[in-house]
């Protein structure tokens, strides 16, 4: 991976979290299973809550905010989250989705200011993974996994493309047919040039469920299939 790689915006969801009927679907029951420390349906219900929120806050971000804009959202919305986990420190899903949306400040704001953000964001990640490395479908690995991709390689920053693969492919076996586990291994692929097996996966991407209540993300997310499937 050359050093100076350009950081991308994180879907997660890998933005890479879903949000289908098998993930998420924005239910307290669905929460409820997340993780064993969920003490009741109330906290399971809080979670909900917070998560939809900062999804669907993300994804009018990421594919409705001017360019110039987004550095700022992003931050506004990462202390959003900062203050959703206070009250749900346990949550694999709040904190992977705090890494994500730094994750994504620091593809918006770019070059090596926005390593420190890289650092945050991997902790989040890690931490969902230590809780409960299965929660959104392993959004956490997937979301992990791009950002070992994405950022410089030592002595800049902590990116791996070997550590990468391994993240990314135990995101894909969570959730094979996934928009986003399919999306971010393709690019990965693409990047190391296996381009046949690049667009199989973005293939399996476009014709992922849709997830419901996040019409706006996998509007975008489609856009970004198409595009690197114009590049390949």
């Known amino acids: 991976m050359t050093a100076y790689r350009s950081m991308k915006v994180l879907m997660l969801a890998t933005a890479l979290a879903t949000m289908s009927g098998i993930a998420l679907a924005g239910s307290p029951l669905a929460l409820a299973a997340e993780s064993p420390t969920a003490s009741s349906a109330a906290s399971a219900t809080a979670v909900a809550a917070g998560l939809h929120e900062l999804q669907s806050r993300w994804a009018n971000i990421q594919y409705k905010t001017p360019e110039a804009r987004r550095a700022d959202a992003f ?72 950002l070992y991709h994405q950022v410089p390689g030592w002595p800049l920053s902590f990116g791996d493309d070997d550590k990468a693969r391994e993240l990314l492919q135990k995101g894909l076996n969570l959730n094979p047919d996934g928009i986003d586990s399919n999306y971010f291994w393709a690019q990965f692929l693409h990047d190391e040039g296996d381009d046949a097996q690049a667009r199989q996966a973005l293939e399996k991407a476009m014709a992922a469920a849709p997830r419901p209540g996040r019409e706006t993300a996998d509007a975008g997310r489609r856009q970004d299939i198409q595009a690197l499937l114009q590049e390949i």
């Open 75 to 146: 931050d506004q919305l990462y202390q959003r989250a900062q203050a959703l986990l206070k009250a749900q420190p346990d949550s694999a899903a709040l904190h992977t989705w705090a890494g994500i949306i730094r994750g994504s400040q620091a593809g918006a704001e770019g070059g090596l200011g926005a390593l420190s953000l890289v650092k945050e964001a991997r902790s989040e990640f890690e931490r969902a993974i230590s809780i409960d490395p299965t929660a959104l479908d392993g959004s956490a690995y997937t979301s992990l996994g791009t």
